[in-house]
């Protein structure tokens, strides 16, 4: 973990990164290249004399609240259900947002953070926050070469509302170094370069979908598979607004639209990802 | 709601940061209205207006010889015509209001440029090129005349149009105005061209280097080398230069090449990065304060 006195010298060479005719020592710097920048700047003495370990983060002015909605569940892959119970708010400077006890809302740091490819770092809450029933960030690491503003998930776990404001201090971010590869540790985040927060996708990856598919499925997604590869020899392309049932024989159709609600909108995602992958890269 | 400028964008392009230089064109109708210049420049407006109607005395004997017989339009000398149009001004409303209006047009062009500089321009292609609508406004003046006027003009405020930016525009089809209207958009049409020197002096005496600052290339530049590190710029000087160097990094095919999952989406995180500038910029602002 980085102490007070480097996190500053780093924060130092970042506030140099973006400077015209830097000497040809300083342009070189791998920490002028590969900079650690937080905007609007934390000023690197003043932190340096705190001692402090870690750096503390304002609340942004953009908030995702989750609402009740008329949904039995959440499906762990259908996008369009985020649509439903996610709602985008914006507080002015000044203005509070007031979370009750129990409820739950997303937001972001003020703070524009870019790490470099050497270096991690997570947030965590602030005490004094903490004591008060306000909980923030339950997915907590911040991934090497992360660029943007960091989601913070709030949770009010007291008794009463907590009126919480932009721009005040509202969590704390402890740095890292991270020690192999750097070109290997660049962020992938679906989060990465946004200034607002979102409920993002979970994508269920290979290893549970084989566990959970029908046999059926793996059959389905090859003939898909093969009746898009026919229909771009036919007509040299698919139409990027089809909708995934055009290319989709009858049978199959049918046996999609008699499955359970869950394990149809966990067909339909595969085959819209074939789709949106063929449409893309159709030599493939 | 006083302290706020509202733009109609297309919907898909409503939280577009490169489209707000034409915030500029809207504060420049403000600026008319707060500093009364529909009215100061009238007098002018009508002279301009009557000056072309000298130089178009033969179309003006065509379409109006039936409607007027109190005076011999053919002959009259110009001191005569001139006291004929002051007191029949009733025929040319349409060109005063037409030439009126595509003045106070031509400030608001000339305030966008002035505010935002080259990404005035930019963003105004982005929305406008090649046309604007499927039928002439006569409120406006001619795209091609609004382009040329700015393209002219654009030096005298420091600023360098884009290469080819004239030869992306054309005009919108005209309605097929015939006699004593097709006249008055006419005329209109040409009496901006002798106001335009008063247009751009009033733009240029209220919008001073000390009231607002001259965007600045280098200051773009500088704030593109933050853009280039995924970062947004601290200490920028205004909203256009940001707004600038936003453009330059839009127009850059390779920027963020070195980190592909960035530049697949590179338009998009770009748009996210200038907001985020804006927004440093103001709490930098608010700080100073």
New interface residues.
Partial sequence: MLKANEIARRLKLGARAGEAGLDEGMANNPMVIDPLVIVPMVDPDEFAASGSASIDLRLGTWFVSLRQARMSHLEVDAPSQNIQFAKTHYVPFGESYYLHPRSFVLATTLEWLRLPGNMAAYVIGRSSWGRRGLIIATATGVHPGFKGCLTLEITNVGEIPIAIRPGMAICQLFFHEVIGDESSNSDRSQFAGSRKPSIGRIRPDDFFRKLTNRPQFAWIVSQYKRALANRIDEQGGLDPSSHIFNYLDEESRKYIEELPVGERLSIESQLQEVLARTISHPAE | MPSYVLIGLPAPESSNPLLLPLAGHELGHSLWRANNLGEELYPKVVGAVFASIFQNKDDFYKTYHSEITDIDIAKAQPQELAEFLKNNIRFFTNAIEWARSQAEETFCDFTGLRLFGVSYLKSFAYLASPRLSMQRDEAYPRLTTRVRNLVEIAPRFGVKPPEGFEGLFEDDPEADYQNSMRFNLTVADEALGDLRESIFNKAQALLSDEFVPTPSDDEA??IL??IR??????GARSLADILNAAWLAFEDKTLWKD?P??HK?KD??LK??I??NI??FE??S??KD
């Fill in positions: 530049s500088q080398r933050w590190l995924v970062v947004p710029a601290k980190i999952d960035l989406k998009d995180v996210e990065l907001l985020k927004e440093i709490i930098e608010r700080q």
